[in-house]
């Protein structure tokens, strides 16, 4: 039995990190307007896009892979901002549902890539930096 107890103990630690407390979608709208939104879990909360670079938090970031070119910035609703002792200055995050918003280029056709790097915390802590990545197809 003892031999055993490591693996046990890596099998239900892993899963504690690998779950994830936000579910993302991507589309694109009838505009060609690439809508990324995320649904997150109630006291849990990711990081703005435009962090304090002096505050410690990874921010969420956005990359559209287009053939010969990449977008890396999307509006972004309002959010919240607050001081956070743990980073030692002011962070931006949201909380239960955001969009993101890309306009894509008139050209844009095909198929191309989305790839979304974000950090989810909650007031005990933060897991590790997660990627969703879509293809999407216009």
């Keep these: 039995m003892m031999k055993f107890m490591p693996f ?9 990190f ?7 979608d991507a589309t694109v709208d009838d505009c060609n307007v690439l ?9 849990w909360h990711i990081y ?3 962090q304090n670079e002096d505050a410690g938090p990874i921010p969420t970031e956005i990359t559209v892979e287009l053939d010969d070119r990449e977008i890396n910035i999307a509006a ?17 995050y949201f909380e239960g ?10 050209d844009v056709e095909g198929d191309f890539n989305v790839r979304v790097v974000f950090m989810t ?5 933060c897991l590790p930096p997660e990627m969703k990545e879509f293809k999407l197809s216009i």
């Design 48 to 50: 703005s896009q435009f």
């Design 8 to 16: 046990l103990f890596l099998l239900t630690s892993s899963q504690l």
């Design 76 to 92: 972004e609703p309002v959010c919240t901002v607050k001081y956070d002792e743990n980073y030692g200055g002011e962070v931006r």
């Design 121 to 125: 915390c909650n007031e005990e802590g």
């Design 35 to 43: 809508v990324v939104s995320a649904e997150i879990d109630e006291g």
């Design 18 to 24: 690998s779950q994830s407390h936000v579910e993302w």
């Design 97 to 106: 549902e955001v969009i993101f918003r890309v306009a894509l280029p008139d």
